[in-house]
Each structure stands twice: as structure tokens, then as C-alpha cells.
């Protein structure tokens, strides 16, 4: 290729397309990042007008998903599913011989994504638009029972903290606990603790409430890593699963653990 490589990264998550535009242009300074859609159907339509050799792919996406984008778009371009799919389902794109990265993006796998890329670029694809899409439909088959279709939840899936001057991105469902801490909150994880710049009350409308409890002003905390609630007269708190730490449930907060 006598051009530098073009690509499009389709996500509505800002959060993710952020990470995976700082992490490509650390793996791979050379490519161009021509366009960033928030929705399956912009990413036809960047598509269709930018002609990119690359297409980064959310799966999960408002309007059309990245599957039925794959699918239109098979044959005009190499493409790179980006899934938050569990590892059991990694077999369905590694049969069906699909590039994909796992969300959080991790850089040193995406350094074996952009290698592969790379060498496909370098030196053509003999594969048809039919034999491609024969690969994309083998892989909806695999996937068929996880229903790509399944609507995007409301609630915050990710959380953006910083630890040791850096930025990470934690999926809620590792969060155990969040706490205030003056105007920012400590997200606590099973491996670590992060500061967010963000006042606890902001999290408590967005993380989803089924499973996110707040039980004092200070804390939420997320019920599947609780494992006993305890009150004496005039005080109650909860263990947690693995931990031994203490939380404090206020009295406010304390008719939600009734039937425990």
C-alpha cells in the first residue's frame, strides 16, 4: 500500500472509543483514524463516504449493531469486532477468523490485532466478499444464543478512574464498593482502589439500582459482593465477600436488608 492505513471506530460508548483511539495510536502511529460514529448506521455512512481499509466495530449499538454492519460493509473493508462478550463466546470469532478485541481494550493484545492487520494489508486479501461473508455467518450461528440484538442497558457499564497518573476503565460489574471521599469517590476493586473525579451522588442515579445499593450517603455498594448484613441496637453493617472490611449501613438505609 503506497497510503498511509485508514480506519473508522464505531462505538457509542465515548469512554471506548477514547481508550481504543489512545491505544491505536500508541500500537500503530501510522494509521489515520479518518472518522468516529456513535451508531451503526454512521458507521455506514462513514463507510460508504471515507472508503477506510479498517473498521473497528462495536457490536452493541444503537440502530443497526456492528453484526449487521459487518455485514453490509463485508468486502470494503477489513474489520475488527470490539465486544464486551464473555470468553466462552471468544470461540465463535476465532473459528469464524474474525479480528477482535475485548473490551477494556488491552494494548498487548491489540498488538497482535494490529500485527495481523498489518501483513493483511501488506500484502492483499484473496478472500471474496462471499467467502468473507460465509465466515461473518458461521460466526452469528456460534453467537446466535447470546442475542447481539439485546438492547444497551441505560445504566453505566464502565468507569473511567485514574491510579499512578493513568487512566483505567473498569467494568461495574468489578467494582465492589464505591465510596466518598471529599468531592471524588474511591472506586474499590478486587485488585485495587481508584479516585474518579465525581461526587458519589452522581454515581447513585447512574449505576443501575438492582444491583448497586447505596446504604449510607457515603457508599453504594454493589449486592453481589455482600455477604451478611448485621445489626446491633443502633448499628448495622455489612461484610463483604473476600473482605474484611466493614460497611456501615445508615438507619435510612437499612430497611432495604429486611428480608436478610
Not at 31 to 36: A, F, K, N, S
Not at 81 to 107: C, M, N, R, S, W
Request: with cysteine; hydrophobic share 40%.
Amino acid at each position: 500500500m503506497s497510503h498511509h492505513p485508514r480506519a473508522i471506530l464505531a462505538d457509542d460508548e465515548r469512554l471506548m472509543r477514547d481508550q481504543l483511539r489512545a491505544r491505536l495510536r500508541e500500537a500503530w502511529p501510522e494509521l489515520e483514524l479518518v472518522g468516529e460514529a456513535r451508531n451503526g448506521n454512521e458507521a455506514l455512512a462513514m463507510v460508504a463516504d471515507l472508503r477506510p481499509d479498517l473498521a473497528f466495530l462495536d457490536i452493541r449499538m444503537p440502530g443497526q449493531n456492528g453484526l449487521e454492519v459487518a455485514r453490509a460493509i463485508t468486502g470494503c473493508c477489513h474489520i475488527v469486532f470490539v465486544t464486551a462478550y464473555e470468553a466462552h463466546a471468544i470461540e465463535a470469532f476465532e473459528q469464524g477468523a474474525i479480528d477482535y478485541l475485548l473490551k477494556p481494550v488491552d494494548q498487548a493484545r491489540l498488538a497482535v490485532t494490529v500485527t495481523r492487520l498489518k501483513q493483511r494489508l501488506a500484502t492483499g486479501s484473496d478472500d471474496t466478499p462471499e467467502h468473507a461473508m460465509t465466515r461473518i455467518e458461521t460466526m452469528l450461528a456460534k453467537l446466535s444464543g447470546i442475542s447481539p440484538q439485546q438492547p444497551a442497558s441505560p445504566y453505566l457499564r464502565w468507569i473511567q478512574a485514574g491510579l499512578g497518573g493513568q487512566l483505567y476503565l473498569y467494568p461495574v460489574d468489578e467494582v465492589i464498593y464505591l465510596q466518598a471521599q471529599d468531592k471524588y469517590t474511591v472506586i474499590v476493586t478486587a485488585k485495587e482502589e481508584s479516585l474518579v473525579r465525581k461526587p458519589i451522588r452522581e454515581f447513585a442515579v447512574a449505576l443501575d439500582p438492582e444491583i448497586f445499593w447505596q446504604i449510607h450517603r457515603s457508599t453504594i455498594v454493589n449486592t453481589r459482593y455482600i455477604a451478611s448484613f448485621k445489626r446491633e441496637d443502633e448499628h448495622a453493617e455489612v461484610s463483604l465477600r473476600g473482605r474484611d472490611e466493614k460497611l456501615e449501613v445508615s438507619r435510612g438505609y437499612s430497611s432495604r436488608f429486611r428480608q436478610m
